[in-house]
């Protein structure tokens, strides 16, 4: 997570950091982590993130999703005002 905010505040330009967001907002709707399946574009999404080391934990990875969300929605904020 700390790598990942850091890597967010790095990011200047607004539609880099909403094309992230966008990726992940995508991850939070079409992936359910209580599920064995995973689709081909959540696959790529997870492991541009690096998250396949929380799928064992279902809540865990749900809780890192939602944050993540938050990170970058802050950033794109930031970025706009």
Do not use: W
């Not at 850091?6 to 200047?12: E, P, Y």
């Not at 539609?15 to 939070?28: A, D, M, T, W």
């Amino acid at each position: 997570m700390a790598n990942f905010e850091s890597d967010i505040q790095a990011m200047n330009d607004v539609e880099e950091v909403e094309l992230l967001y966008k990726k992940i907002k995508f991850l939070g709707l079409h992936f359910d982590p209580f599920s064995a399946e995973v689709s081909t574009e959540c696959q790529q999404i997870l492991n541009q993130f690096g998250l396949y080391q929380y799928l064992d934990n279902p809540y865990q990875m749900t809780n890192i999703l939602l944050r993540l969300l938050d990170k970058v929605e802050e950033r794109i904020n930031n970025l706009k005002h």
